[in-house]
C-alpha cells in the first residue's frame, strides 16, 4: 500500500492539502479502524464523529428541557435551541432569511412529500423531471396525476448518464399560459455519481418553472451557496451530511415559492387557530405551517453541532479529498481484468472524474462478460467487511438507462403479474438485481479505497458456475 499510496500522491498533489481529515479520522472515527470497517456508503449514511455524540449528550444531560414553543423555562430554553439551529442551517447554505425559510422535516423524503402535496398542481399544469431521480421525486408524479397535471420525463443518455441540455431546454421551452409548473433534478446522482449543472436553476426560472433541486446526495461533499444559486426547493438529509442524528431532514423554501404552497390540510402546530362549530382555520405564516406536530426537539441541537463539525472540517477540503480518492478509484476499477485480460467492471456513469461527484455504480463482470450477481458480491463484501450498497438505489430511471431496459420490457406479461423483487428482476431478464455503489465521504482514506479494490480482485476470475445457489431473495427497491 506504502507504494501505491506514493503513486497516489504524485498523481494527486493537491490531497496533501486535505491531511487535516486524515488526523480528524484518527481522532473522531476510529472506531472505522478498531472495527476493521471498508465502509464505502455514504450516499446511504455519513458517519459521525465522536465528539458530535459527547456534544449532543453533554446539552441534553446538563439541561432540562421541554416541549418547545410555550412561555414556561424549560420550553423556552428549547424554543431557542431549535431557532438556532434553525439560523445556523440557513447560514450553513448561505441562505439569507430574507430569501429563504428552513422547514425541519424528518428526512429528505418529507421535504419533498411537503413540496408534492402543496404544490398547486392543476389541469394544463406540469411536472417536469430527470429520468435520473430518486424515487422519493419520482413519487410526486402521484400527486400531479391526482390534480390533473401532466408529467414528463426529461431522458438521460448512456453511457454517461447526462442530460443533453438542448433536448432539457425544449422540454423548458414548452410551457404555456399562467400554469404552475414544477421542474425537478438531483444536484448529484444518487446512481451515477452525475452532477447535473445548477444552471439549469435560473434557465428553468426564466421560463417560469418553480425549480426542486434534489441536494441529499450533493451537499455531504459539495458547497451549496444558496446566494450563489437561488432553486425554489431544496430538500435534504442531515444523516447523509454528518451522520447523526437520523429522523431530521430540512426543506429550503424560497419564501415567494413557499407562500404559493396550498397544505391539503392542517394540524397541530400549524395554525393560528382553528373552529370546530364552524369549518374554519387560519394557517401560521412561514415554516410552522409545514411543521406538523412537534418537531423532533431534543435532536435539533444536533443539527447544529453537526453543521459545526462539518465547517470544522472544511466542505471544500471534504470536496477536494474524496475528489482525488474518487477518481483513483474510478481509474483503478477500470484496469480491473480476469486473467485472460477481459475488463471485471463495467462502469455507469462518467468513465472520467469531470462533472461528477464520489459516487460510482457499477456491476462485477465473469470472465464470460455477463454481471456477477450482486447477493454474491455483497456475500464477498460482508467476508471482507466490507460496506457498499447493492441494487437500484431508489433510482430506476438511471437503471433502466444502464442496464438498456425498453419500455416495452416493462409492460405486460411476466412484469405486470410479479410480486416480489427476484419476480421483476427475471420479468425484466437481468442477470443481476441492479448494481454495486460506491460513495465516499468525510472520513474516506486511501486504505479504504486501496483495500476496497484489494476486495475486489477476490472476484477475479469468478465464474457463473462458482457462485453458489443459495443466495437470499432480493430486498424491496
Ligand atoms: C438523491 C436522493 N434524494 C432523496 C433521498 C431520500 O432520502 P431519505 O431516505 O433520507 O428521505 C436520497 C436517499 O438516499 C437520495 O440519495
Known sequence: MAAAFDAFRRRAPTFDSTASLDELRLREYSRLDEGDHIYLDYTGGGLYADSQLRAHMDLLRENVFGNPHSVNPTSSAMTRLV????????EYFNASPDEYTAIFTPNATGALRLVGEAYPFRPGDRFLLTFDNHNSVNGIREFA??????????????????VDENVLLK???????????????????????????????????????HVLVDCAAFVPTNRLDLSRW?????????????GY???????????????????????????????????????????????????????LPAIEIGLDHVDSAGIDTVHERVSCLGAWLLDELQTLRHSDG????????????????ATIAFNFLHPSGRWVDERFVDRVAEAHNVSVRTGCFCNPGSGELAFSIAKETLIGGEFETALVLDDYVAAI???SGGAVRVSLGLPTNFADVYRFVEFARALLDVTEADVPDDLPPRLAC
Open 83 to 90: 431557532e438556532r439551529a434553525r439560523a445556523r442551517v440557513l
Open 145 to 162: 396525476r391526482a390534480r390533473g397535471a401532466e408529467t414528463s420525463y426529461v431522458p438521460s443518455v448512456a453511457p454517461d448518464l447526462r
Open 171 to 209: 422540454y423548458l421551452d414548452e410551457i404555456g399560459g399562467s400554469h404552475h409548473n414544477l421542474f425537478a433534478y438531483p444536484a448529484q446522482s444518487n446512481f451515477s455519481g452525475v452532477q447535473h449543472p445548477l444552471e439549469w436553476i435560473e434557465e428553468a426560472q426564466a421560463r417560469d418553472w
Open 230 to 242: 437561488h432553486p425554489d426547493f431544496v430538500p435534504l438529509s442531515f444523516y447523509k451530511l454528518f
Open 245 to 299: 442524528p437520523t429522523g431530521v431532514g430540512c426543506l429550503l423554501a424560497r419564501n415567494d415559492a413557499l407562500a404559493r404552497l396550498e397544505r391539503p390540510w392542517f394540524s397541530g402546530g400549524t395554525i393560528v387557530a382553528a373552529t370546530v362549530q364552524r369549518d374554519w382555520h387560519r394557517q401560521i405564516e412561514g415554516f410552522a405551517a409545514f411543521e406538523d406536530g412537534t418537531v423532533n426537539y431534543l435532536t
Open 342 to 357: 477481459r475488463p471485471a467492471i463495467e462502469i455507469y456513469g462518467p468513465r472520467t472524474w469531470t462533472g461528477r461527484g
Open 429 to 431: 431478464g437481468l442477470p
